[in-house]
């Protein structure tokens, strides 16, 4: 089954504790992205990367940091995590075609607060 | 430039209505705008989208209407039904390889 897997799906922590969510797409896809969601504000990208080795900041990158080292995996890494970090995050993935995405996939979401 | 606005954020529909979610963009070079579909606890799914040659696309119950002229779009979901009931956003691609923008959102409830 074609799809984006985020792992973990819901995810307590601590201020300053560092953390990773994986996401992983089954779909060859080159584009892959990540949003957070936040009620009110919709979904704000934070990376995304057009292809292996190719990041790029979206609009609210500060306390994040991503890699693309393998086409299907995109993890998002969050170094010294604070509570306004705290949110709904999703993973999306693409096809790129004519140096533009495609319709994106998005995966289901992971659930993060930040004490 | 590159915000694409939309309204209402938020709809309360009785069931057999019409439910309608606007959107406006600044950027003329945006050419392709789908509209997203987002259920509770779900990520968004691809619902329907238009390019700006047409003025309208129809997929059963769900229409785009396109006005390039007024840089407006605008979601009509027709005989609105309680699974119907879902966060909708519109969004607009740039040319090249500029990320996809996205409205802030509707959460349509439709009722019985």
């Known amino acids: 089954e074609a799809q984006v897997t985020q792992n973990p799906r819901y995810l307590i922590t601590v201020t300053g504790k560092k953390l990773t969510v994986t996401c992983s797409q089954n779909?060859?896809?080159?584009?892959m992205s990540w949003y957070r969601q936040d009620p009110g504000l919709g979904l704000r990208q934070i990376y995304y990367?057009?292809?292996?080795?190719?990041?790029d900041k979206g609009d609210v990158p500060e306390g994040y940091k991503v890699s693309r080292k393998e086409k299907r995996n995109f993890p998002l890494i969050l170094e010294s995590p604070s509570p306004n970090q705290t949110s709904l995050y999703f993973c999306?993935?693409?096809?790129?075609?004519?140096?533009?995405?495609?319709?994106?996939?998005f995966g289901p979401g992971t659930r993060l607060l930040v004490l | 430039q590159q915000q694409v606005k939309q309204s209402p954020q938020s709809l309360i529909v009785q069931k057999g209505g019409i439910s309608i979610i606007n959107c406006a963009y600044e950027n003329t070079a945006f050419d392709y705008f789908p509209w997203y579909q987002q259920f509770p606890g779900k990520g968004p799914a691809l619902l329907i989208a238009?390019?700006?040659?047409?003025s309208e696309k129809k997929e059963g119950r769900f229409t785009i209407s396109f006005n390039k002229s007024a840089k407006q779009f605008s979601l009509h979901i027709m005989d609105s039904q309680p699974g119907d009931s879902a966060t909708y956003f519109c969004?607009?691609?740039?040319?090249?390889?500029?990320?996809?923008?996205f409205g802030k959102g509707t959460r349509l409830s439709v009722i019985a």
């Open positions: 238009i390019r700006p040659d047409v």
């Open positions: 779909m060859n896809h080159e584009y």
């Open positions: 990367s057009m292809n292996v080795e190719v990041t």
């Open positions: 999306a993935s693409s096809f790129v075609a004519g140096g533009r995405q495609e319709t994106q996939y």
């Open positions: 969004a607009a691609y740039p040319p090249g390889n500029t990320p996809l923008v």
